[in-house]
């Protein structure tokens, strides 16, 4: 391994969750220099619980209409991280469980429509400090991700998204981010109005947008499998190839092609695969 590589533990439970929407992914990290990586946007609510020895630190870069933001250690995102490009900075060793929430399931965990980026203490309190002392602590991934559904399942009383809402952020993803709001509101039986209001006050974002970030993360994940970006576009509802470089570039500050290889996008079917592998796996970027 040169200087410039970082490498990665990457570990997954050997089991589903017990909680419907949620999944999470260990991660392990070592480098030899300090690592600076763009993290790429998912259609999940995220929580990160960062333990043991070294630094990790995300931020986004301040652009028009947007300040800088910075989180140190532990943190909660929003759909999509929130807005506009991430980078993870990690130096040393360190430790973390993710976890990806769907975001119905996220408003009941966290008792709001998480739609920004910000230190996990901010939405869950002394115990995100504590389950992370517990972890660093713990024997091995398996004992870390018990912990880690231990402590959500222990969270899992707050009020429930309206079915409404629920069904429509499903029938997004199961549509690829290609059906139109006036159709979903007319299926649940609501105003254009009404939909939006209630989906962006327990889901986070605007249906619109919502709709957006599930398109994106299929077309991301097309592009990392080798799918030329024309193809892409065309398959994945964008008006042509410049609206869906456009939009990868708001998205992660990428081209489409540096984005069909950016390392967390390369791991990402390794972390979250419901394919059985062994306990603990390894990616080398």
Avoid at 59 to 79: D, F, I, K, Y
Avoid at 124 to 131: C, F, K, T, V, Y
Wanted: hydrophobic residues 45%.
């Amino acid at each position: 391994m040169s200087s410039s590589q970082v490498v990665w533990d990457v570990a997954r439970p050997a089991r589903p969750s017990r909680i419907p929407g949620l999944t999470m992914a260990g991660f392990g990290g070592l480098a030899r220099t300090p690592a600076d990586l763009p993290l790429i946007p998912h259609p999940a609510v995220t929580l990160a619980v960062v333990f043991g020895g070294g630094t990790v630190t995300v931020t986004r870069p301040g652009t028009s209409g947007l300040s800088g933001l910075e989180v140190r250690g532990s943190l909660a995102a929003g759909l999509g991280l929130g807005s506009g490009p991430v980078r993870v900075r990690h130096a040393d060793a360190f430790g973390c469980v993710q976890i990806r929430l769907s975001p119905v399931l996220a408003h009941a965990l966290l008792g709001t429509g998480l739609d920004e980026l910000t230190g996990l203490e901010q939405v869950w309190g002394r115990s995100a400090g504590h389950l992370a002392e517990r972890l660093a602590e713990a024997p091995g991934w398996a004992a870390r991700f018990a912990l880690t559904e231990q402590a959500l399942l222990a969270r899992l009383d707050g009020v429930r998204a309206d079915p409404e809402v629920a069904w429509t952020w499903r029938r997004m993803r199961t549509g690829g981010g290609l059906v139109r709001v006036d159709e979903l509101a007319g299926e649940v039986g609501w105003s254009r109005k009404r939909l939006w209001s209630r989906f962006r006050a327990q889901i986070g974002l605007a249906p619109k947008q919502a709709a957006r970030l599930v398109r994106f993360d299929v077309a991301a994940h097309r592009l990392a499998a080798g799918v030329p970006a024309a193809r892409v576009a065309a398959e994945c509802g964008y008006s042509d190839q410049s609206h869906l470089h456009r939009d990868v570039l708001a998205s992660t500050g990428l081209t489409p092609t540096a984005l069909s290889v950016a390392p967390f996008l390369a791991v990402d079917d390794l972390a979250w695969s419901s394919r059985p592998v062994r306990q603990d796996s390894r990616a080398c970027r």
